[in-house]
């Protein structure tokens, strides 16, 4: 059990627990806070929609009181006007109509609105037998004006058609009898009845004089009253005129009395919106039918709520069609279809305060992690790589020692005798000694590039020069591992600015990996080559071993490793190539594998030929 917590794979299982209290923490309270925050958004959307619905219900019945009110008020203002403000138009027509037709234009320097251009009385030809008989009646007992011929600009309205058919005006009827129904029944009065009714309008004639006498009535006071009469169904009753003495509202009940019912909107048919009254003379009834424009009217419309809704869309109530109450004007069969509320929606949600503080502590742990798991690794990989130093240098420290102490051991005993043998075990020894000398040189190496860059001592030197000085030094070496060492220069008279004894150093070492890990080779020769290429010379160390596997073509260069495949009986410690390679870097060039596997093992140096800064 204590072999798994030891080393990188116990550092890597301490590692992961850590991780994983530390994201299943951290991702708890995220899960638990973010669920805290949509359950918060959710009730707030809820709470949004819930006020803009409220809002826009408002808004919407403001604006339908807007409408209303306007409506209303134009509505009282066209039933108030006096009859004797208009005159009879005649209306040519050049088929036989089955009812008959007058038509009303205000007497010039009288203001109607603007949206109510037309108005006719049109009544049954049972009733009127003809248009001049509708005539007569209409100004004589309405104070009409007498007929005047059509101005230059008069044009028929298409209404005139459709108002001249029997079908369409009892259609007509049917709608306002079915709307006055409501309010009040019109039925043929008698001579009593008419001079209760005139006498009670010439009663509210004079107070209406007493009260403008004492104070004036503001004039919006005065529309919502009369609105409000109009909406009770209030029929006022004209006498007709017998004289140029006979003013309205005298009483005298040998005439022929009018009432004139409240007004009703409704569509005539797909294009045409009328307001219509019954207007009962005697025992005969017409119809006042007044045309409104409908593209101005909603123009008008649209710019009275403007500003509470931007994009209304009205819609006509035709016949037969069930209004909407919450959106339908009680003055016009009229449908608003306005703006939709803007509602908050999850959708919209962004980077709130909340999750930008999540995504930092997310960062800042990752950061964490990422930091306490290389650390831990390089603390690990350090501790090993002193392991691996300690028992590599204890082993190559206690072979050579044994060796020495061992024929040491012979010598001073007297125990070899012969001289040829003699001189073998010296050169042993001396062999032994240099293979300690250099073991201990590069862990001092070693140590000193730990603590900090080393000074350099550059000189020129030829390449040819520094290639012999290799040769000389390291030939005996690999005759006694017999390797034959072959030295290439095809770089002429290059010179090279540097360090040299950096530079043997290097192909010192290249020299001696080949000689230990190439041993067993069939071919034993070692290469060492020179060659010339855009102001670098370039080194070549090349053997015919086994090479180097390409999991292992990095990890090589780093202190205490060695490959994985290698004779372990070749000794070493791993220090050989790490130390190349930074004095390589140290000089301002660079060393590397080209060619490691099946082949052997090829090492090319590349340094500049100009020095690159002085250390």
Excluded at 41 to 46: D, I, N, Q, T, V
Excluded at 311 to 337: K, N, Y
Aim: proline share 6%; with cysteine.
């Amino acid at each position: 059990m204590r072999d798994w917590l030891r080393g990188k794979r116990g550092g890597l299982i301490g590692f992961l627990a850590i991780v994983a209290l530390v994201v299943g923490g951290l991702g708890w309270v995220t899960a638990d806070v973010l669920r805290l925050e949509r359950e918060q958004f959710a009730s707030r959307c809820e709470a949004e929609h819930v006020r803009a619905e409220a809002d826009w219900a408002g808004k919407r019945r403001l604006a339908l009181w807007r409408l209303d009110t306007q409506i209303y008020n134009d509505f009282a203002r066209e039933a108030n006007l006096p009859f004797e403000s208009y005159v009879a138009v005649d209306t040519p027509r050049t088929e036989p109509a089955e009812t008959t037709i007058l038509e009303l234009m205000p007497v010039p320097g009288v203001a109607t609105t603007t949206w109510m251009p037309r108005r006719f009385i049109v009544g049954a030809a049972d009733d009127w037998r003809s248009d001049q008989s509708l005539r007569l009646t209409v100004c004589r007992v309405l104070n009409v004006s007498d007929r005047a011929p059509a101005p230059p600009s008069y044009r028929p309205d298409p209404l005139l058609a459709e108002l001249a058919h029997a079908q369409t005006f009892r259609k007509l009827l049917t709608e306002v009898h079915q709307q006055q129904e409501q309010l009040s029944k019109l039925s043929p009065i008698d001579d009593k009845d008419a001079e209760r009714q005139v006498q009670a309008n010439a009663n509210s004639n004079s107070q209406a004089q007493n009260a403008n006498a004492q104070q004036k009535i503001d004039p919006d006071a005065a529309l919502r009253i009369n609105r409000a009469k109009t909406e009770k169904g209030y029929t006022p009753a004209f006498p007709s005129k017998d004289g140029s003495d006979m003013k309205r509202g005298a009483v005298d009940t040998k005439q022929v009395f009018a009432l004139v019912g409240p007004l009703f909107p409704l569509w005539l048919n797909d294009e045409h919106l009328v307001v219509a009254r019954l207007v009962q003379i005697g025992p005969k009834v017409a119809c006042e039918v007044t045309l409104l424009d409908w593209p101005r009217l909603r123009s008008m419309l649209t710019e009275i709520i403007g500003d509470l809704f931007p994009h209304v869309v009205f819609r006509p109530v035709r016949d037969g069609a069930q209004p909407d109450p919450d959106r339908a004007m009680t003055a016009l069969p009229i449908e608003l279809d306005p703006d939709p509320p803007t509602l908050l929606t999850p959708a919209a949600r962004t980077w709130t305060p909340l999750r930008i503080g999540l995504a930092l502590a997310w960062t800042a742990a990752l950061i964490a992690l990422t930091a306490v798991g290389l650390g831990g690794w390089s603390l690990i990989d350090l501790s090993e790589r002193r392991i691996r130093f300690v028992s590599a240098v204890t082993h190559e420290l206690r072979t050579p020692l044994t060796t020495l102490r061992l024929y040491l051991d012979m010598l001073t005993g007297g125990l070899v005798k012969e001289e040829r043998q003699k001189e073998e075990y010296l050169h042993t020894l001396h062999t032994e000694a240099d293979r300690l000398h250099r073991l201990i040189g590069n862990v001092l190496d070693f140590s000193r590039l730990e603590n900090g860059r080393p000074r350099l001592e550059r000189s020129d030197v030829a390449v040819g020069a520094l290639l012999e000085q290799v040769r000389h030094t390291w030939e005996s070496h690999c005759q006694s591992a017999d390797k034959d060492l072959i030295v290439e220069n095809t770089a002429g008279d290059a010179r090279l600015f540097t360090d040299v004894q950096l530079v043997h150093q290097i192909l010192g070492n290249l020299i001696d990996n080949a000689c230990k890990y190439s041993r067993g080779a069939e071919d034993q020769r070692l290469w060492m080559r020179a060659t010339a290429a855009d102001a670098r010379l370039v080194f070549e160390v090349e053997d015919r071993g086994p090479g180097v596997s390409p999991r292992d073509g990095q990890a090589i260069f780093r202190p205490f490793r060695r490959g994985r495949d290698v004779d372990v009986t070749a000794g070493g410690v791993g220090l050989g190539l790490a130390l190349a390679q930074r004095w390589a870097e140290l000089l301002g060039g660079r060393l590397e594998l080209v060619r490691g596997n099946g082949t052997g093992a090829c090492f090319r140096l590349e340094l500049p030929t100009k020095p690159v800064g002085h250390v």
